[in-house]
């Protein structure tokens, strides 16, 4: 049988190592009510019965990565802010597992879309980025008024995961025929990145097994195109699990 891999989309939860052009929408994660809210969001996941749990952790920090994991297990080590405690550490926990998959890759970037955008092609790139902006406006709206669960479902809704991949597919108008930046980042960075992510992943899927992938929102769309066509695994979506009987 297939392996299963259910692909979660979340917003970084702690922003303050964080070098993307839009960070996204704040929150304090360790207040009690947030709290609360995360362990309700861990308890859907459960539901899934992932029997390993996959991170936005470059593949070569896998044995810090196990270390830390293990360090909260003993006590050693309280929960920090970043998504990959929050929830991946819990959620491993509950499940019992004895270690999270690092599967992400960084590698150096030359081509530099955001530099070239703001300028050379200052109102060009201003639209583009004023897409992702009224998009994480809605979304904070949401993040005020509704639990971190409810607001990482609408977070991972499909319109909105491939508005995100269109956004960046529209980087390609940024730069010219001599020098296609946007087109250079994009292949030689950007989708690179996420077959190597795509990889990794088929790499630590066995048969029978349920992954569970945590990952920034962006990577999500992209993800899932790749195991649809690559049709090696069976693809969830956290939309498919919201529909699953409690």
């Known amino acids: 049988m297939k392996p299963i891999i259910l692909l979660v989309g979340v917003d970084h939860f702690d922003k303050s190592n964080l070098d993307d ?25 459960a539901s899934f019965s992932p ?46 597992l004895s ?23 200052v109102d060009q790139f201003q639209e583009i980025l004023d897409g992702f902006k009224r998009s994480e406006d809605e979304l904070g ?11 990482l479902h609408k977070l991972n809704e499909l319109q909105r995961l491939k508005a995100m991949h269109r956004g960046h597919l529209r980087l390609t108008s940024i730069g010219s025929d001599e020098d296609p930046v946007g087109i250079e980042w994009l292949t030689h960075y950007w989708m690179y990145r ?39 695994v069976n693809v969830q979506m956290l939309e498919d699990l919201k529909r699953q009987p409690n």
């Open 141 to 151: 709206a949401y993040l005020s008024n509704l639990p971190i669960g409810d607001y």
């Open 194 to 232: 996420n077959l190597r992510i795509y990889q990794h992943l088929l790499d630590v899927a066995r048969e029978d097994e349920r992954l569970l992938v945590l990952y920034g929102a962006s990577h999500i769309y992209p993800l899932k195109q790749l195991f649809v066509d690559g049709n090696l």
């Open 21 to 45: 052009v839009l960070k996204g929408n704040e929150f304090d994660v360790l207040e009690v009510g947030r709290q609360h809210e995360i362990k309700q969001f861990v308890n859907q996941l």
């Open 99 to 121: 270690t999270i998959e690092a599967v992400d890759w960084q590698g150096e970037i030359h081509a530099d879309p955001f530099h070239y955008g703001t300028t050379y092609q």
């Open 51 to 96: 029997t390993k749990i996959c991170v936005e952790i470059v593949k070569d920090k896998q044995e810090q990565l196990t270390r830390n994991y293990q360090d909260y297990l003993s006590g050693e080590q309280e929960l920090r802010k970043g998504e990959i405690d929050q929830i991946g550490f819990r959620l491993a926990k509950q499940m019992n």
